[in-house]
């Protein structure tokens, strides 16, 4: 199966349709199709071909389906990665994971340590003559997908077209419904979001890319104004919308039947005034980038069981492990095991290292880090990470992936992250130095400027004399927390 062959032979069907709007400009499905095969040929044109691995930092939400449609045209494996990056962290990853370009919205100032190629728009209207010869095949990986891991080192998952194509018929419909109106802000580097969208346009929908920068009350108001009848919106950013409406005779959004929260837990108050006073159609699941999606919390079980994570979705099964890989019976916390078939089958470390850790992945299963326990009636409740990630207004970031960014400043002697409550995204983000020497504060601000993308950077800095160990030398990030006022 080919995810690139099977979605140009569905999508062709609705012709001259609207598919996806960005600011003023939209474009059909016909057009979607034709420009995707022109900017395939740019991209052959450059060398590119099967096999190869791009990475997908550009800005025009538009721009990166196409480019998308494109890598798969080719064969190619698409990494999507957040526009916002900077460059030293793009240089780190096109190295690491071997990439054969990496296609940009603009122009640097200096030459990039890596291989930066500038998305022309007039790609997209025009061939080189250099284009896709005959139809796809999926020999290699749709997707590349990126993670924190548990290590600090950039991770990722490959997701082949039949992983991708299975995680896209678990988002699917009933044939019966009008198409989708999907609406979002958030970026396609977002696995959620991107599978949400393409699976809108298999389905004949249109999709609508709003600004990134909001506030709820305009964001409420692009969702009526568009007559959305889905969204995907991170935990807290729902969280602020239900603050902003208060108590209600009725849903404000009643239109939008798939109100998905995205990227994090959420608080039961929360999704049970997002059900009473935005839309009986809010939706919460658990899921991971090597697992895909593992249950669903909808419907009425939204007001019987907030407190969960919902229930499993059909073709998952869930194993409860204690620390001994042993099954643990109902009701007992453990590590979380699943079983699906739209686990990732391989994990991709740096240096083009690709392999299975079979202490968190196997034929049909993984680990993705959680702590939880499964009851008498089917639902799962997440209870903790097995690592101490930090999720900030929906995005996960690992606190040894910014140590390690950190260290790399010759005047940090030592570093910890950690997270601390914040009432509008969650959790922010403290970063704990010990300094080598006169470190500046603002010199360690200009760093973590130009080497940590915005919505990763630590927000409070404070500079320690030591850090707290335990006896057997783990950092008391507890301890830390408890420092940040709050």
């Not at 099977?6 to 600011?23: C, H, K, L, N, W």
Request: charged share 20%.
């Amino acid at each position: 199966m080919s995810m690139g062959r099977d979605f140009v032979e569905t999508v062709a069907r609705y012709g001259e349709r609207p598919a996806m709007i960005s600011g003023e400009e939209t474009v059909s499905y016909a057009g979607m199709i034709a420009q995707a095969d022109h900017v395939a040929a740019h991209l052959r044109s450059l060398g590119i071909g099967a096999g190869d691995r791009v990475g997908i930092a550009v800005q025009n939400p538009i721009e990166t389906i196409l480019a998308i449609l494109a890598c798969w045209r080719l064969d190619a494996t698409a990494a999507i990665i957040d526009f916002r990056v900077p460059p030293p962290q793009r240089a780190r990853l096109a190295r690491d994971f071997v990439f054969a370009a990496m296609l940009e919205s603009r122009a640097l100032v200096a030459d990039p340590d890596y291989p930066s190629v500038l998305f022309q728009r007039d790609w997209r209207f025009a061939s080189t003559g250099g284009g896709p010869e005959g139809p796809a095949t999926c020999a290699h990986p749709a997707f590349i997908a990126f993670t924190s891991g548990t290590t600090g080192d950039p991770k990722a998952y490959t997701q082949p077209h039949s992983v991708l194509i299975s995680r896209h018929r678990d988002l699917a419909r009933p044939a019966d419904r009008v198409a989708p109106r999907y609406m979002t802000p958030l970026s396609l580097s977002f696995i959620s979001v991107r599978s949400y969208a393409l699976s809108v346009l298999l389905e004949g929908g249109l999709v609508q890319f709003a600004p990134p920068v909001f506030t709820p009350s305009e964001l409420i108001e692009d969702l009526l104004a568009f007559g959305a009848t889905a969204t995907s919106l991170p935990p807290a950013t729902i969280a602020q919308m239900v603050r902003l409406v208060g108590e209600r005779p009725t849903a404000l959004l009643p239109a939008i039947t798939d109100l998905r929260s995205t990227g994090g837990p959420a608080q039961p108050e929360t999704k049970l005034a997002a059900y009473r006073n935005l839309s009986p159609g809010y939706r919460f699941s658990y899921a991971s980038t090597l697992t895909g999606r593992v249950t669903m919390l909808a419907g009425k079980d939204v007001l019987a069981r907030p407190e969960t994570a919902g229930r499993l979705i059909e073709g998952v099964r869930v194993d409860i492990l204690d620390a001994e890989g042993n099954l643990l019976p109902l009701g007992q916390p453990g590590t979380i095991k699943v079983w699906s078939g739209t686990v990732a089958p391989l994990a991709l470390l740096p240096g083009n290292r690709l392999g299975v850790d079979p202490q968190t992945m196997g034929p049909g299963w993984g680990i993705a880090g959680d702590v939880g326990f499964m009851d008498g009636e089917g639902f799962l409740t997440i209870v903790d990470r097995l690592e101490d990630m930090i999720v900030r207004g929906g995005v996960s970031v690992a606190p040894q992936e910014l140590e390690k960014i950190l260290r790399g400043h010759p005047g940090v002697a030592e570093v910890a992250v950690v997270g601390f409550p914040h009432d509008v995204l969650g959790q922010e983000i403290a970063a704990f130095i010990v300094a080598e020497g006169d470190l500046a504060p603002a010199e360690m601000r200009a760093y973590i400027t130009a080497n940590i993308a915005p919505e990763k950077r630590p927000r409070e800095i404070r500079f320690v004399p030591s850090l707290p160990y335990s006896d057997n030398g783990k950092i008391l990030r507890r301890k830390l927390v408890e420092m940040v006022p709050s």
